[in-house]
């Protein structure tokens, strides 16, 4: 049997298909933009345009290593696509920017109260949870739920289409906030009292799980010389990368920030709830106790106003644009609410708005804008770094950053400057890496 096996890596900007045997560095096969639209008054994925990019990703690797062992995919957490009884999708996915999110807390915890929602599930209370979209999805469409068989989150659908096969895999269910604390068990009781139809809500199974052979039309469609197995690995691509990290704590640093580790049993409680921190769910099942901060999406979406202005630079200039910047007079906020949605004012404007309602001098020009960025990031994770000791009663001993954000000398040289503990430099593919790792484990 082939020990290749191909990771499809989907983020909310690209997506990859990667190569590799879960040991060694992952090949970057097809590499293609992720880019959702509005449609009937919603931003919504491309959810053709995903299928067609990964069908041709494949096609390049059956060419090189036509008979590989398996595919598995990952993607961001909480947007879902719901597929009816002939396994077509009801409409495409919403993404969890979409303005749609606004007043779906509240109608939750009209019928749930926050602290108990937190206390049964474990979970964030963060705006664009599955929870909170599920419920304004039943408020405006009812009629779409009834029509669907099957709720499966993205990679969850993805490996539906590859395979014909429903599941739910255990770290992106987990991140619904609508799972028991960290088990593979539904909360019956809160889809219940949120109205929503039990039907939708299917298997949960543990990451490395085999699904099944990639569907015949697909085999002969990429040219494989044989159907690779259909691994579920860990979907949420954040367990997938936290796969790297074998001793203290992680960052996973890309449009979000993610900070955590594992533990053994869920940490709850009131002050544990109101700082923002999440009880989610580890490749291996166990609780990874972890905090999202908002991340390079404001860099990104600065370097995209700047080349809406005629100033197209690349990553690269911009870092060495902000390292050449005056530091600001305080690090920005960077988990201000005013940062999330991908709509409204250009994000440079949001950045010098949040100085200037504080009475200080807004950063002017792109180098100083993102250094301003940069800086309230490291702030950001040093401050997470501290409750992280806090909430777990043992000081973080070591951080290891993973994910693109390692490419980012500067952000990560202003990090360790700011860490009260040691900082070293994970792989930059963790994401794809762990993917594979475990779809290498389940043979």
Known sequence: ?????????????????????GQTEPIEV????????????HLRWD?????????????????????AASIGVDTWGVDYALVDERGALVEDPIVYRDRRIEGGMELVHARVPAAELFARTGVGLLPYNTVYQLAVHHRDRTDALRRAKHLLFMPDWLHFRLSGVAANEHTIAGTAGLLDRCTRVWRWDLI??????????????????VLGPLLPELVQRCGFSKAPQIVAPPGHDTAAAAACVHDGAYLSSGTWSLIGLPVEAPLLGEAVRTAG????????????????????WIVQNCRRAFAAEGRNHDYATLTALAQAAPAPAQPLGVDDPRFFPLDGDPMPARVQAWYRERNQPAPEGDGAIVRAVLEGLAAAYAKAIDELGRFTGKPVERLTVIGGGVKNRFLFDLLSAASPCPVIAGPVEATAQGNLRVQSAAF
């Open 277 to 296: 921190w999440s009880n989610e769910v580890c490749a291996d099942g166990r609780p990874r106790f972890n905090r999202n901060i908002m991340g390079l």
């Open 47 to 67: 959810s053709a345009g995903l299928v067609n990019e990964i069908l041709a990703g494949l096609t390049k690797a059956a060419a090189r290593w036509p008979d």
């Open 30 to 41: 097809h590499r293609f933009p992720n880019t959702p639209r509005q449609v009937d008054g």
């Open 192 to 209: 219940d009292a949120l109205g929503l139809p039990r039907h939708l809500f299917g298997r949960v199974v543990a990451a490395g799980t």
């Open 1 to 21: 049997m082939s020990s290749i096996h191909l990771a499809i890596d989907l983020g909310a900007e690209s997506g990859r298909v990667m190569a590799g045997d």
